[in-house]
């Protein structure tokens, strides 16, 4: 599903922030990257969903070459990989319910189709009486719980979660990784990077460690040791 071949990543100022990635995950696994900050997880993340560019390697969505993508086709990319932020991105002057929307109105859904998914996805995540709230109105738990329901809408095989537990409490940070679990269990590939070591001592699967841009360990049932 993921394969990253040989990639690097140099700025403009000369710092190399991905020297030489060899990685692999499978469809259907959930995979936490952890690392000390400027260790080249965000840069990996922005990679993966066409933001940045590699300056060498291959990086592989299913058998798709993405270091080839042109702007054309990063769009249809973006419908493949559903992608979660520390800072919750909603638009602060739309419901929950219509940020959940937008995200189908700006690829050109129908009414129809809007109508029949925006539902489903909000009561998935459990929100499904509070989308005519204001993400000023609910918890910032709730409001990462609005955040992950406008990933799902376009039924991503591949779910990036950057930081999603970086902004709250531990009881919502906990509550937000079990929902990312829950929806793993659906089949959907779920990349977690994270700081946060308590979470994914507790998940016990498999823990990609990266340091200085290069993968330092691998374990498939896996402690964050860093």
Known sequence: M??????????????????????????????????QSGAGKTTLVRLLTGEERANSGQVFIGDWDITRLSKREVPFLRRQIGVIFQDFKLLPKKT???NVAFALE?????????????????????????GRRYPNEVSGGEQ?????????????????????????????????????????????TVVLVTHNKEIVNRLNKRVISMDHGRVSSDQERGKYFL
């Open 144 to 188: 990462q719980r609005a955040a992950i329901a406008r990933a799902l809408v376009h039924q991503p095989k591949i779910l990036l979660a950057d930081e999603p537990t970086g902004n709250l409490d531990a009881i919502n940070a906990n509550e937000i990784i079990d929902l990312l679990l829950r929806i793993n269990k659906f089949g959907t």
């Open 106 to 130: 700006v690829s050109g859904g129908t009414r129809k189709k809007i109508n029949k998914i925006v539902p489903n996805v909000l009561k998935i995540v459990g929100l499904e009486d509070k």
């Open 96 to 98: 929950l319910e219509e």
């Open 2 to 35: 993921i394969k990253l071949v040989g990639v690097s990543k140099v700025y403009a100022n000369k710092i190399k922030v991905l020297d030489s990635v060899n990685l692999a995950i499978k469809p259907g696994e959930f995979v936490s990257i952890v690392g």
